[in-house]
Each structure stands twice: as structure tokens, then as C-alpha cells.
């Protein structure tokens, strides 16, 4: 398999298999680091999560909306260190409105179905970031870069 | 499961505990045969030794840096030197070397004593590796007992081990090594006996020679070798070696490693009697039966009394070290002796180098111009089939030499136990090297271009013809000498038309301040040298010397022999250049021979396409090897062919598949270097210490996965290569 198929891939497995990542965020007071369960699109183009609307993330967001996610598969083992794999999403975040809101929010249920109340109430938002690139750790140091093409980009 | 229990008082022999080797002397002592006093050392040892000292994780790590099937075999011996390394230098569970101290020192008191791995692995596998795992013969004494004991440890993760950890399924979570220690029994005759056959099985075999086994195991002697009819237990056929004139003796139990001459009546009678061989026949037969399968033995002759030392199920050989297309057998026939090392020291200093120098001579006198087409195709057939003669010598010959450095790297090792793998290359490095004779004749032609704007300024308008006299004389000397470096052969010339190498490595050479030359430490090394010759463990002063000396012979001629086989492919190139010309002037006869040796065309493959748009996924960062420790940044010049060096400008980073001593004239100019190829001792590796550049080798597709132009920074110290921008005050901090 050709190098970039590779690295998509493990992107795509980690984005599959994980339910929770860690989201940072920038705020005036600094950096901000929350625990959030996420979805991704098909694609991986894009990553949703459900915050009430009061929580600190959500105000950084608002004031600064360029975020990074982590997500990675450590078991908490010394061994993670060669067999772990952590993904970073960079991109821009913003909470979905309609149309969309519906259609995301089912796909964004269907990996957390335990989630609905917490994703139907109104004191919670949507939001979708919107990855402009994936970085790539394995084997404690092997780092790679995956570049979004948005311009190809016809999911939502 | 405790940590150390007599072979006698074990409750069971359960290979999980005592491994194989173990448990099949247990065995033997439950059919009441005569054994070694042994001490088994169990797996719970190992396992709270890695656990106490962290291994488990380090070896993990170490084996995990790279896929492992991406690891070539010097990576992976690197790998298991490291490896052995730290089961040397890691601190042992006090409990634990007390308790050993006091049963080493019970059991066996000062005698001579020998330490044998025994590796469940070995035993479940269902065949049988030879040479995978290490034993110690002739320690005597609590340290030194214990040194090997961590030795046999660490042979778990032995090169040969990792190369077959399919087959052993060595796990570094589950796996485990038990080892035995054993008094040495002093027979005065030994050898191995095989109940069956193993493509005869109507027949067994026993090989004996006088003294001690470890020769006779090691192929360090020939035996005598008895033919057994398997039904009537008599002997049919008896051959004698062509001499028996050395052995391990028992009288002399101070080194492992020392044959002596065999006493002249000895040589004259075989080692075994009739007698002797009946009772040995007819205690393996016995064996055989109640094992339910043939055996193979190893045996010996104390007092006229039988001892066996160890047994094992005849197996299969390892399914793939049969020699066929599995090239695993070849790495581990790479590694020699010292003996061996030194005979093959002469043979190629006295008769394969002179013999190549004479061959590139004799070509390089005849003009290619000076035949007629019939001459020139039947001279560029022989040059061709001298050319492939000396590439064969090349593998070999020179590259089993390689493993001179191996050798001494390990024993260095072993007595110094320095916290840098690699602290012994002080001791190789600095060596007259042909590439840096070259380099520094290089050097002075770009002293003369230093002071002298005139001569940059005709060098660089191009054309010799501009040139005064003098330094033009130099210059074409240069290239008579080493060629104009258009080729990835030393010597050879015109191999790009038109090319500007030479002009353009010099004009960047010039622009450096002078002396930039591979520095000289000799104080240091003089003192590393007397520290490890008073440490050294091998049986005389003598061998140490000779070691030490065969290993910089090897470290030279890693870098020499490419520069020497380089010399005869220069004429090839010639006669093929020749022939080129002639063919396109319409030599049918010429252009045959050509395509025939597959001489056609120039060997090198055409660069990549510098209009390829960018990737989507992209390499932040890489890992490989540390190979040469510093920090570097700076763009990459990447090396797909050789062509692609002319244009090397001061401050970048050399990205190739493997740094050969033809490209290394550039090193001058470079602040680093990235190499495909892994490994510590390879070029790329010897000639950055050289140099003192940093240097990160065995990273894949290295060459594919990095542009020439872009920003790199190579860290040697961790083995990583970062690409794209970094903190460029990060390289200044350390």
C-alpha cells in the first residue's frame, strides 16, 4: 500500500475506533484542554462533538475558533510507547445550524446513541470542526502530516 | 518458581523453568546417566532480572523503532548489541546476585565452570538453530560467572535469534531464558554421537577428537567420524581426519579459546577405543529407546568414565537455513572468527588487492580508441567478466571482512561496558582511508581557487583551457588520479556529458574557510587503546593486538574496497563509453556485445519529476537509526542518481539510499547526513564520524520521501529526521 493509503488509513481506523479525544482550544486566559466524545464524517474531513453552550471550551471557541483534537489509543501500558498511535486534528470549529444541524446530528448519534438526550437538549450545541490537517504519531516518533483537500470536499 | 535450584533437587524438569537444555538433563539423570554437576538458573531469574532492571520495555522499543521487516540484518545485529548492552550494564536484583554469588561459590568453588543458555523457545520450536543463542566455557569464579550469565540472557535477543523469531516465537512480553551452569568436565576425549542418521536412518554416526568438545562444535577441528550399523551397534566405516595435530586440552583449563598442539602420541591414535565406542553407542541406543526418538549427544570421556553433557531430539534442520533462497543463512555466516578473520586478512591484503590494483593497471593502460571494432567488443567482454570476477571477491570476501569490526565491537563491549554501543569506532576512526586521501587532494585543489578570483572566474565560465598552467596541471592530475566524479565509480570519467561536478564542488569547497578535514584525536585513543588491552579477554596479548589490528583493517577496507573494485569498473565504463560512440556511428558488431552485458546504456535511472504536485499525506518526521550523533538543519540535496551531487551546495543535508566512498567528497560541504541503508558500521555511519556529521541511517524510502530543496533537520542523537521548519534556535542550543 502506497504510503499516503497507509497514513489515511490509520488516520481513518483511530477516527473509527475511538470515541473520545481531547479537545484545546485557546481562550484569553490562555490554553484549555476538555475531554469530549466526538464523531467524524465518512471522510474524516470533518469531526463533531456536543457541548452545553456554557462551558469555557465552547466561550474559546467562540472568541478563537482554530482548535486541535487528539485522539489516540493508549491502554495506559508501558507498551503504549511503540504501539500507541495519536492522531492530532487541526482545523476551525463552529457550531452547525440548520439545515445541516439534523443531518449531522444523526450521524453524530449513531456513534454515541447514548448521547441523545445530551445532544437534543437546548443548552447544547453542535460543533463541527473542520479538519485542515491530521498529524500522525506511531511508533513513539514516526510523525506524518495528511492535508485536507477541501476543494474535493462534497460531504458536510 | 525459585531462582536457582541443583539439577538434582529439581522436582520436575519442565522446560518453561530450565529451558531445553535443561530439562533434557533431567532427563538423562532420571535414566540414571552420569552428568555435569549443574546448576539451573530458571526463567523466574531472567524475568525479575528485566522486570527489576526495565528491559522489558527497552528491548521492546529497540525492536520497535522500525517495522521490523524493514530492518536490514545490520540493523538488526546493532539492534542486538544494543540490546546486550544493557543486560551487561543494568544492576541485577540484589536478592538475586547474592543468592547466585553463594551457589556458584558452593557448587563449584574456583573450578572451571561453563554457562549454557537453555531456551524454552528453543526446545518448542520443533527444530533446531544452531549457534543462536551463546554458552561460555572455562569462567571460574562469582563475577565472572555472572558477566556471562547476563551475556546468555541477552542472547535471547542474539542477531541469529531475532532473524528467526517467527519460527521461535520470541515475544518480548512471554519469552524467557534459563541457563545452566556447569562444572567443566575435563575429558580426555569428546565429541557428538547422532543415534540415527538423519538421511540414513539405518545407520548412526559419532564424531570424536581429543580433549574438550567446544573445537569440534565450533568446526575449529576435524574429527575422526565412525560409521554405526544401527541394528548391530558395530562400527562399519572409520574415517581419520587429514591430521590431528590440535586440541582443547584437558590438562589446561585457564582459557576457552586456547588449542594447543596435540602430543605427538596422540596424534597417531584415533580418540576413541573399541571399547569406548561400544559403551557410547550402546548408552545412546539405550537412550534413543526410552526417549522414544533418536538423539543427538554430546558427549566426553572423563577417567574412562562416560559423561553426557547434553542431549536433544534429532530434528529437522531450521526449515529455511537449508541454504535456499532464504537469505538468512548468508547474514549468519557473516559472522567469522578471529582466526578465520585473520587468514582472510592476508588472503586479501596479500593476493586479492594487489590482484585488483594489477587488473585496473593492465585495462588502464590500453586506449578503448585504439581497437578496431572487432577488439573493442571483445574487450569490453573481458573487461566486463573481470569486472564481475572482482565484484564476486567483492561479496565474497570483503564483505564477510566487514564483520572484522563486528568482533572486536562486541568484545570491546563486553570488557568495557561503555554507555555509548559504539564507543569502540574511537578506536577504528582516523585511518589514511583512500576516500579521504582523495577528499584532501580535493582539499588543496580548492585552497587554490581560495585566493585566486581569477581561477574561480574561468572555472566557473567552464572550459580547462582558461586555466593557468599550474593549476590546471593539478587539476587534470585530480582527474587522472580519482577521475572528474561524474561517476559512482572513483577513477572513471565523462560518464555525464558536458558535467560540471568537479568545477562546481570545487567553487562550493572554496567558499568554506580552509581545514575542514576530519579532526585527529590521538591522546584519547591512545589511552581508550591501553585501557582495552588491559581489560582485553581474549587468551594472549597477542590476540588482542590482532584483534584490534583486524578490526581497523576492516573498518578501512569497508571504505577502500568500494574505491578499489571502483578502479576496475572505471575501465569497463571506458571500453562501454567507447563502444556507445561507436555503436551510434553504426557498429552493429559493438552494439551486439553491448546489449548482450546489458551495457547499453549508462546504468543510472533518471531523476523524479520536479513537476509532481505535492502529496496530501506528508512526513513531519522520520525515524531511523542514530548513526552519528550532533543536531543539523538545513535543506536536502537528494541523491537519486549520481548526477544529482554536482550541484551540492555548502550547508545541505545529503539524503541517499546508501553513502558510498565515490559520493563522500561532498562531506566538506554538508552538514548532515540521511541514509536509506541502516546500520552503524556501513559508510554512511564510518564516514560521518569521520567527519564529525550527523547522521541518521536506516530510514525507509528515505530518498522518495524527502525533496532536494526542502528544510530538514537531522538529529543524531535520537535517530529522527524532522522535515520542514524547526526552531532554528534549537540547533544552536545544544
Known amino acids: ?156 | 518458581m525459585t531462582w536457582i535450584t541443583a539439577l538434582e533437587h529439581l522436582p520436575a524438569g519442565r522446560p518453561e523453568e530450565i529451558g531445553g537444555k535443561g530439562a533434557a538433563l533431567f532427563r538423562l539423570r532420571t535414566h540414571r546417566l552420569r552428568v555435569p554437576t549443574t546448576l539451573c538458573i530458571t526463567t523466574r531469574a531472567y524475568r525479575d532480572f528485566i522486570e527489576h532492571a526495565g528491559l522489558r520495555e527497552k528491548i521492546h522499543l529497540e525492536l520497535h523503532r522500525k517495522v521490523f521487516t524493514q530492518m536490514r540484518w545490520e540493523e538488526v545485529w546493532d539492534a542486538s548489541q544494543r540490546i546486550r548492552l544493557m543486560f551487561l550494564r543494568s544492576p541485577m536484583p540484589p536478592a538475586l546476585e547474592r543468592e547466585l554469588a553463594a551457589a556458584v561459590a558452593v557448587t563449584f568453588g574456583d573450578a572451571p565452570v561453563a554457562v549454557r543458555s537453555s531456551a524454552p523457545e528453543e526446545d518448542r520450536s520443533g527444530h533446531s538453530f544452531a549457534g543462536l543463542h551463546s554458552s561460555y566455557t572455562h569462567l571460574r569464579g562469582v563475577a565472572p560467572v555472572i558477566q556471562h550469565l547476563r551475556m546468555v540472557w541477552a542472547s535471547l535477543w542474539s542477531d541469529a535469534a531475532l532473524l528467526y523469531r517467527q519460527e521461535l516465537g520470541l515475544d518480548t512480553a512471554t519469552s524467557a531464558m534459563a541457563v545452566l551452569v556447569q562444572s567443566l568436565v575435563a575429558g580426555e576425549a569428546s565429541g557428538i554421537l547422532f543415534t540415527q542418521d538423519p538421511t540414513r536412518p539405518q545407520q548412526g554416526i559419532v564424531e570424536a577428537v581429543h580433549g574438550l568438545n567446544p573445537p569440534l562444535v565450533d568446526g575449529k577441528i576435524s574429527p575422526d567420524r565412525w560409521i554405526i550399523d544401527a541394528r548391530s551397534g558395530t562400527p562399519i566405516d572409520h574415517t581419520a581426519p587429514e591430521t590431528r595435530d590440535r586440541w582443547q586440552s584437558p590438562r589446561d583449563l585457564t582459557a576457552a579459546d586456547a588449542l594447543t598442539p596435540l602430543p605427538p602420541k596422540l596424534q597417531k591414535q584415533p580418540p576413541l577405543n573399541e571399547s569406548q565406542l561400544a559403551t557410547l553407542w550402546e548408552t545412546g541406543r539405550t537412550l534413543a529407546e526410552r526417549e522414544g526418538t533418536p538423539q543427538d549427544i554430546e558427549w566426553t570421556f572423563c577417567n574412562d568414565r562416560l559423561v553426557l553433557l547434553q542431549a536433544r531430539p534429532i530434528t529437522a534442520a531450521a526449515p529455511s537455513a537449508n541454504g535456499d533462497s532464504d537469505p538468512r543463512a548468508w547474514y549468519l555466516s557473516l559472522h567469522r572468527s578471529l582466526e578465520n578473520l585473520l587468514t582472510l586478512r592476508q588472503h586479501i591484503e596479500t593476493d586479492l588487492i594487489p590482484g585488483m590494483q594489477a587488473a585496473a593497471q593492465e585495462m588502464a593502460a590500453m586506449d578503448p580508441k585504439g581497437f578496431d571494432d572487432t577488439a573493442l567488443a571483445a574487450e569490453i567482454r573481458r573487461r566486463w567478466e573481470i569486472n564481475q570476477r572482482w565484484a564476486k571477491v567483492y561479496w565474497d570476501d570483503f564483505i564477510p571482512f566487514a564483520h572484522g569490526m563486528r568482533l572486536f565491537g562486541q568484545i570491546y563491549n563486553e570488557v568495557m561496558q561503555p554507555e555509548d554501543p559504539y564507543a569502540f569506532m574511537t578506536l577504528l576512526k582516523n585511518q589514511d582511508l583512500l576516500s579521504l586521501q582523495r577528499n584532501r587532494a580535493l582539499a588543496r585543489l580548492a585552497d587554490g581557487l581560495r585566493d585566486h578570483p581569477e581561477r574561480r572566474e574561468a572555472l566557473a565560465a567552464g572550459g580547462r583551457a582558461a586555466l593557468d598552467g599550474p593549476f590546471r596541471r593539478s587539476l587534470e592530475a585530480f582527474i587522472r588520479t580519482y577521475g572528474d566524479l561524474s561517476c559512482t565509480v572513483t577513477g572513471a570519467v565523462d560518464c555525464i556529458p558536458d558535467d560540471a561536478t568537479l568545477p562546481n564542488l570545487l567553487l562550493e569547497m572554496a567558499k568554506l574557510p580552509k581545514e575542514n578535514s576530519p579532526s585527529q584525536k590521538e591522546g584519547a585513543t591512545a589511552e581508550l587503546e591501553s585501557e582495552f588491552f588491559q581489560a582485553c579477554p581474549l587468551a594472549s596479548a597477542e590476540d588482542c593486538r590482532a584483534l584490534l589490528s583486524v578490526a581497523r583493517a576492516s573498518y578501512r577496507l569497508r571504505d577502500d574496497d568500494n574505491i578499489i573494485l571502483g578502479a576496475i569498473e572505471a575501465q569497463l565504463i571506458a571500453a562501454a563509453q567507447e563502444g556507445r560512440r561507436r555503436a551510434a556511428a553504426g557498429s552493429e558488431e559493438v552494439a551486439e556485445t553491448l546489449t548482450e552485458l546489458g551495457l547499453e546504456r549508462d546504468r543510472e535511472t533518471p531523476s523524479r519529476s520536479a513537476t509532481t504536485p505535492p502529496p496530501l499525506v506528508v512526513d513531519r518526521q522520520i525515524t531511523g537509526q542514530p548513526a552519528g550523533p550532533g543536531l543539523a538543519r538545513g535543506r536536502a540535496r537528494v541523491i537519486q542518481r549520481h548526477a544529482d551531487i554536482a550541484n551540492f551546495k555548502k550547508g545541505e543535508i545529503i539524503v541517499c539510499d546508501g553513502v558510498d566512498p565515490n559520493m563522500t567528497f561532498v562531506m566538506p560541504l554538508a552538514a548532515g547526513i540521511v541514509e536509506r541503508r541502516g546500520g552503524m558500521l556501513i559508510h554512511g555511519a564510518i564516514i560521518a564520524r569521520e567527519y564529525g556529521l550527523p547522521c541518521v541511517t536506516g530510514v525507509v524510502a528515505a530518498t522518495d520521501r524527502i525533496r532536494t530543496g526542502q528544510q530538514i533537520t537531522v538529529d543524531g542523537y535520537l535517530g529522527i529526521v524532522t522535515l520542514g521548519e524547526t526552531d532554528p534556535a534549537a540547533t544552536q542550543r545544544m
Open chain 1, 1 to 156: 500500500m502506497p504510503q499516503e493509503e497507509t497514513t489515511r488509513q490509520a488516520v481513518l481506523d483511530l477516527l473509527r475506533h475511538q470515541q473520545l479525544g481531547v479537545l484545546s482550544t485557546v481562550g484569553e486566559k490562555g490554553p484549555y484542554a476538555s475531554l469530549v466524545a466526538f464523531a467524524a464524517s465518512g471522510d474524516g474531513h470533518h469531526l463533531y462533538f456536543v457541548t452545553p453552550r456554557t462551558t469555557r471550551k465552547f466561550a474559546n471557541i467562540t472568541a478563537n475558533a482554530a482548535v486541535a483534537l487528539l485522539i489516540n489509543n493508549s491502554i495506559n501500558d508501558p507498551e503504549d510507547f511503540h504501539q500507541a498511535a495519536a492522531v492530532t486534528a487541526v482545523g476551525i470549529a463552529e457550531a452547525v445550524s440548520p439545515p445541516e444541524l439534523d443531518h449531522v446530528r444523526g450521524q453524530y448519534l449513531a456513534r454515541h446513541p447514548y448521547l441523545e438526550d445530551f445532544a437534543h437538549s437546548p443548552s447544547c450545541v453542535l460543533v463541527d470542526i473542520r479538519v485542515d490537517r491530521y498529524i500522525l504519531v506511531e511508533r513513539f516518533q514516526n510523525v506524518s502530516e495528511y492535508r485536507i483537500a477541501h476543494d474535493l470536499d462534497h460531504s458536510a
